[in-house]
């Protein structure tokens, strides 16, 4: 009997369609006019009650230097079919859509109709040839717990730098839903001592975009991260630039807008995103919530398109000192006010357990200066501090259990988030997780020189390990069990991850718990 672990365990030397008993592609491509044109794999995402988004692209030159994988200027039909086992014998729903040029050949099918709480298998069809098979569920229904939400998080995945083991090891853990929380790609040309080789320059424009996507999505690894359970994704810095704060870019030339709306386009090209993101020119309405029954509801958040220039520092992102008394301001915002007051919309109405909000960039207080000097990001929240009081005081107002998921600083953190770091006698109203990356900043190490000094300086920080990897947890009525995942190392391929830390969060309780 073919099963998911036969999936995971196929993956590296089968491939995903062979593991499943689809016809493999390659023998398909013999016949095949257009060649193998599922290179890139499948995906699902933006998991509701009633159904999913489904996901492919076509390519058969996925590193061709146009960043269209090779396809020929033409619209190529494509087929779907989903299924309540793996090798289709109940087909559900299908239906057929054209994979366009003007879309690189992505391919999004928006579903609904489907049974809430439910586990499905989905592929596609196309040229003669049959795609690999994913692996997707739908959320339960509104106000239902059924059974705990299995929830895997990481960032941050620079190509050139390391292996992708992070997304097999998550991948193997059979998550329910995977978050990814930005930096999908890194915009950057050549590194001087790159692990593996990368296809292009720096990405300007959108041929430069689509081909770091594509070169991404032909790793095994990750398609079958992409295959196992559906995602939901938001965008940081380097899926466009990077430290670009609004409408205000790190660099002048090339002009910032034009590049932001051709890396918006890749982007959701490359998602599997509901119409509602999709961009218009320069902009894409990312923020929105993907609710689990009445176990959790997802808010995800925008922190770079809203927000205001950096606090101090000419403007520019880096550190800045206590004398900064800009980043203090009270009308200083990172999500922007109509986004905020979305947010607290959200979290008023919330009757979740938990309320999650899958963001970028560190959402607690943090002094990285060792020492009686102050040091903080004035690219995270410590640059914007009345934007995550007013934050901290909906979740806190609202009473509701608030656990903020935090990517970009490539190594794992945990904490406990005060309603105002400003007074000495704040309570903690939240916890921040902070996942490490996939593989920026390299092999990394368990604790640096600094570490204990820096958690001494900042008694609300509760944990960190610097190497890479993903968080795992698994999510109930009754608690959040955590755990962090760590990678020896990513400068070779297939590392065994290992727990650097455990914890449990119990709702009414904002604090950690060693587990």
Known sequence: MITRRSLLAGGASLGIAAALGVPPVRAAARRAPLGEVFRLGVASGEPAP???????????????????????????????????????????????????????????????????????????????????????????????????????????ADYQVGWFTAYRRMAEDHPDLIAFLGDYIYEYGDYKYPVRDQAGGECFDLAGYRL?????????????????????????????????????????????????????????????LRRAQKPVGAALHLYRTVRWGSVANLHMLDTRQYRDLYACNDGKSGTIGADCTERLAPNRTILGQEQEDWLAGQLKE?????????????????????????????????????????????????????????????????????RDYQDPESKSVAVELVSTSVTSAGNGLDEYPNTAQLLAENPHVKFFNGRRGYVRSVISGREMKVDFRSLPVVTQPYALAYTSGSFAIEPGDPSLHPA
């Not at 806190?396 to 988030?417: I, M, Y």
Request: hydrophobic share 40%; charged share 20%.
């Open 50 to 156: 009633d159904g999913v988004v489904l996901w492919t692209r076509l390519a058969t030159d996925p590193l061709a230097p146009d960043g269209l994988g090779g396809m020929p200027h033409r619209p190529v039909p494509v087929e779907w079919q989903v299924a309540e086992d793996e090798r289709f014998r109940k087909i559900v729903r299908s239906g057929a859509q054209v994979a366009v040029p003007e879309s690189a050949h992505s391919v999004h099918v928006e579903l609904d109709g489907l049974r809430p709480g439910a586990e499905y298998f989905y592929r596609f069809k196309a040229a003669g040839q049959v795609s690999p098979v994913g692996r997707t569920l739908t959320a339960p229904a509104p106000g239902t717990s059924g059974r705990a939400l299995n929830l895997s998080f990481t960032s941050c």
């Open 212 to 272: 770091r996507h594509t070169q991404h999505k032909t790793d095994p690894e990750l398609q079958l991260a992409h295959a196992v359970a559906p995602w939901v994704t938001v965008f940081d810095d380097h899926d466009v630039e990077n430290a670009w704060a609004g409408d205000v870019p790190e660099q002048p030339d090339p002009p910032f807008l034009p590049r932001r709306a051709a890396a918006f386009q890749a982007f959701y090209e490359n998602m599997p």
């Open 350 to 418: 919330s009757r979740a357990t938990w309320d999650l909000l899958v963001q970028q960039v560190f959402f607690m207080e943090m002094d990285w200066t060792n020492g009686e000097a102050k040091g903080y990001s004035n690219e995270g929240w410590d640059g914007y501090t009345a934007s995550r009081n007013r934050v901290a005081a909906a979740i806190d107002d609202n009473k509701r259990n608030g656990v903020v998921l935090t990517g970009d600083v490539h190594s794992h953190w945990a904490g406990e988030v005060k």
